[in-house]
């Protein structure tokens, strides 16, 4: 039963434009969002957070948005640039442990 | 500082043998999570130990094991391997859980393929 879903394995997008980067789950007792990001032969490494009384939150390219109606959550990236072609992972966080998605491997051309 | 380090980063053994991997956290970090990760799966919690205490637990057979040591080192150990468990293996730190709201850090992982 996967809790945590990124039901898009992959996207590709142009440099300069947004990549929006979507996650949904089922629990609604999760209360604290994070995505990482993992690039090929390395560990995944933390990029940003939010918590479930936000709806809303920004570091520099990246924002997260977080709509707990819809348990859904979604990550921007503007403008995209080509060293973030990466695969994304969303989780969230449950008793005691992160529970993480599929991931989505984000492709950024030129 | 140091960060999170796992050994070996890449082992290939055959079906029906054991491994053993080894992570060591940054310093100072009592948490280490094991997360196995296969195409199409995610990342899928293993387990988790706490001051050398395992405190929560995946759903994942028994063969797969872990513990921790007093400096907080952890060991995983895969028994009676299958050509499934041909994973990447990665261990995180963090200060006190990844569920208490701290970050938690990962090593670069191990490559393992049974065949």
């Known amino acids: 039963d996967q809790q945590v879903k990124q039901n898009s394995p992959s996207l590709s997008v142009q440099e300069g434009r947004i990549s929006i980067l979507n996650c949904d789950y089922t629990?609604?007792?999760?209360?604290?969002f994070l995505w990482y990001k993992k690039y090929p032969a390395e560990g995944p490494t933390f990029l940003i957070s939010i918590s479930s009384i936000k709806d809303k939150n920004e570091d520099g390219r990246f924002t997260v948005f977080l709509n707990k109606s819809a348990k859904h959550l979604s990550l921007h990236i503007v403008p995209s640039q080509p060293g973030d072609s990466a695969v994304y992972f969303c989780?969230?966080?449950?008793?005691?442990?992160?529970?993480f998605g599929t991931g989505t491997r984000l492709q950024v051309f030129p | 500082k140091a960060g999170v380090t796992q050994t070996p980063r890449y082992l290939i053994k055959t079906r029906g043998q054991q491994v053993t991997l080894s992570c060591s956290p940054i310093s100072g970090h009592r948490s280490v999570s094991w997360y196995q990760q296969t195409p199409g799966q995610g990342l899928q919690f293993l387990f988790e130990?706490?001051?050398?205490?395992?405190?929560n637990k995946g759903n994942f057979p028994g063969r797969f094991s872990g513990r921790q040591f007093s400096n907080s080192r952890s060991e995983m150990n895969v028994s009676t391997l299958e050509l499934g468990d041909s994973a990447l293996y990665l261990c995180?730190?963090?200060?006190?859980?990844?569920?208490?709201?701290?970050?938690?850090?990962f090593g670069q992982g191990t490559r393992l393929t049974v065949v």
């Open positions: 130990y706490f001051s050398e205490t395992q405190r």
């Open positions: 989780a969230a966080r449950g008793t005691d442990k992160l529970i």
């Open positions: 629990n609604s007792m999760f209360d604290y």
């Open positions: 995180a730190s963090s200060l006190q859980g990844a569920g208490m709201n701290t970050e938690a850090f």
